[in-house]
């Protein structure tokens, strides 16, 4: 004769439900807790990248600025009020040696 235990056949698959639902809702709070890094990572990468475009935009008018400043007309008016001369014939010197910290 047979005999079925009912409660103690409960009892088992209550522990297996048990040692597989904890891993279960783990990884679900753990896959959420990724998702967020994820959208807060793509959120910052957005505002990184606006503030680089507004960094480039600043960049190119300072660059505008400074190469306005070397223009002829400008080198000019700062050579006459200076007392400098254009010298027609400039003489350079030659250095014979390497630098020292230039040669490998």
């Known amino acids: 004769m047979t ?3 009912p ?3 409960k009892k088992f698959f209550t522990k297996i439900a048990i040692a597989a639902f904890v891993p279960v809702v783990g990884g679900i709070f753990w896959l ?6 994820n959208v807060n990572l793509t ?4 505002e990184r990248k606006t503030e680089l475009q507004s960094l480039e935009a600043n960049n190119a008018e300072l660059k505008e600025q400074f ?6 007309s400008n080198v000019e ?3 006459k009020e200076r007392g400098l001369i254009k010298e027609k014939n ?9 630098w020292v ?3 490998r």
């Open 101 to 103: 910290f230039a040669v």
């Open 90 to 98: 400039p003489r350079y010197f030659k250095v014979d040696e390497p």
């Open 7 to 9: 409660n103690k056949q």
């Open 77 to 79: 008016q700062f050579a």
């Open 3 to 5: 005999l079925i235990q």
């Open 32 to 37: 959420i807790i990724l998702y967020n890094q």
């Open 67 to 72: 190469f306005a400043l070397f223009t002829a």
């Open 43 to 46: 959120h910052n990468l957005d």
